[in-house]
């Protein structure tokens, strides 16, 4: 995106055209990933017609698809050959660890797309135009496309959370995991303490999707599940610890607070909570990805929003939590935000 | 857009997130557009409950709307008011006389959007999955909305074209505009030199929005109309000058030769011809807009392109005409390409 707020070059209508046509940055992406086209430039030569033989595309397809790709900077173009861009090789390539190629499946899917098509009426109403309350819709099979795409994306923040989370802990512990969805975030604290037992929250067929995950890491014997919703079933407990990672900003201010109300009655004394959220500044235009993420939760959600740190801090007040602290996550449009009972 | 073949800042997969989300960007300035916000937030004072009044829209989605905006640049947000960044006074405002908010209708329009939803498959097959030979299909219906909505755009190239096409020329002289659509580039000429007949090609009802642009601007006993495809009526003549305006790029070259060929016999000994064309470098990557055209007639023609200098010589040389010269407009992503007979 662009850096806002009036940071501007010479003023022409380039930005405007930018933005009127930025959709088809969107479909040359999902569509070179559908295609392989990323797999195809990284195993070589790179020339439109090994791409367009390993793609089983057109040659006129291939080359302006991925001279496309080069403007957007996810190909490198040299004396006519393509070659992998940082970007791509480390995301885009299927062959990289840290490929981000699924996440596509879940940001493309028709369902989180359809809504911008009705932007000007959700503008007005001020909510989805999605049916029932769209995303956080009883039991909406989205998440569990979310739980089997999007974990690559979530990576880079499991190890840190684990650890803001444990803050050295290392005895044993009860962690319940809100929300779990790929479950990665609950997994890793059961990886970094031997000792903790994590039970994972969320809808059952979501819960099978990370109890796949606890199986590969290894600590499925002390990995619990909780299938229903987080507004409805009883937590037991009590826990030292609660995750509720990419949760809160799909609801209204007072859905919250009684949700966190209803946390802080599950904890044990001394215990902790611990957000990962979208956390824009003050201004609500900074940084950009977690400033933009209010739009997404527009489209998606009846009333969710991508709350500041003060209406965070707000919430977790009101429901009884204190000595708040944040932790931005480096390199990541996340933050940790954990507060105690 | 970035700025391409490798020049990336620091490693993070934030280039990923921004393009699969990018159509996100077109959707807020379409509604922003559709809900007349920019003309809100230039009548001030700026503030969410102002904006939403004239907009009959929600607090909320206005809030979220115009944040995103102030996160695309093209609003400026100071102490929670809203304010045009220099780029919405002059281009999005409806008040500006250089407001473009128009030409969101075109390229906005969903007959144009929708094969970007089956990329994957028109890179497979090389060509626009539209009905027949969608853009160029005979009296397609989205050339009258070209021609009523996107003169703002063109307008900045009406007269620097006007110039480099009459050299000075002030005798009598007749012109013919193929493809006139909204009319502009011949009546330029018609006003640069009050000696110069203008014939106006187009399909019929383009025609009728061009004659009304001649009207306007006084010069339409000057101005004949000649219905019907490029390819297929006699053009009469002869023409001391033939204008071929954002045409060539919708078909291949031996279309373009032929249709050269036919000009060329319709100009007077020593005529030339103008074509006003997004001519890439020939590493087709740069500059930006222009390279990124070719996406453009991939989705919405069968076998067009934007062509190279050097392609465009060829085709001209084959059809006979000689001394060319290429004459870039500032500030635009158009080049003006002369040819002598």
């Not at 089997?148 to 990576?155: K, L, Q, V, Y």
């Not at 900074?286 to 709350?307: K, R, V, W």
Request: charge should be negative; include cysteine; aromatic fraction near 8%.
């Amino acid at each position: 995106m662009h850096p806002g707020n009036g940071a501007e070059g010479p003023l022409t209508p380039g930005l405007v055209f930018e933005m009127l046509q930025a959709y088809q940055r969107t479909a040359a992406l999902k569509a070179a990933i559908d295609l392989d086209v990323f797999r195809a430039v990284g195993e070589g030569p790179g020339d439109v017609a090994s791409i367009a033989r390993h793609c089983s595309a057109s040659a006129r397809g291939i080359r302006i698809l991925c001279d496309f790709l080069t403007i957007c900077g996810v190909l490198i173009k040299e004396d006519g050959y393509y070659r992998h861009s940082p970007t791509s090789a480390a995301f885009l390539d299927p062959r990289s660890s840290s490929s981000l190629a699924s996440i596509a499946q879940f940001l493309g899917n028709p369902a989180q797309r359809e809504p911008y098509d009705h932007l000007a009426e959700i503008v007005r109403t001020g909510r989805s135009v999605m049916p029932g309350d769209g995303n956080v819709e009883p039991e909406n099979p989205i998440w569990v496309q979310f739980a089997e795409t999007m974990a690559p994306m979530m990576a880079p923040m499991v190890g840190p959370l684990g650890a803001v989370v444990l803050e050295g802990h290392s005895g044993p512990m009860r962690v319940l995991d809100i929300a779990a969805g790929h479950g990665l975030f609950g997994i890793e604290i059961a990886k970094q303490n031997p000792q903790a037992r994590v039970t994972g929250l969320d809808w059952a067929p979501v819960l099978r999707v990370a109890l796949e995950n606890a199986r590969k890491a290894g600590v499925e014997d002390r990995y619990d599940m909780l299938p229903g919703s987080a507004f409805e079933v009883n937590f037991g407990g009590p826990y030292d610890a609660v995750l509720l990672t990419n949760f809160l900003h799909h609801f209204d201010e007072p859905t919250c607070v009684g949700l966190l109300k209803k946390i802080h009655k599950a904890l044990r004394r001394g215990g902790r909570v611990a957000t990962l959220e979208f956390v824009p500044n003050e201004d609500r235009i900074s940084p950009q990805m977690p400033a933009a993420f209010s739009m997404t939760m527009l489209t998606t959600t009846p009333a969710g929003d991508a709350y500041t740190l003060r209406e965070l801090t707000a919430m977790y007040n009101e429901a009884g939590f204190g000595g708040l602290t944040a932790h931005h996550i480096p390199m990541s449009p996340h933050t940790v935000v954990m507060g105690h009972s």
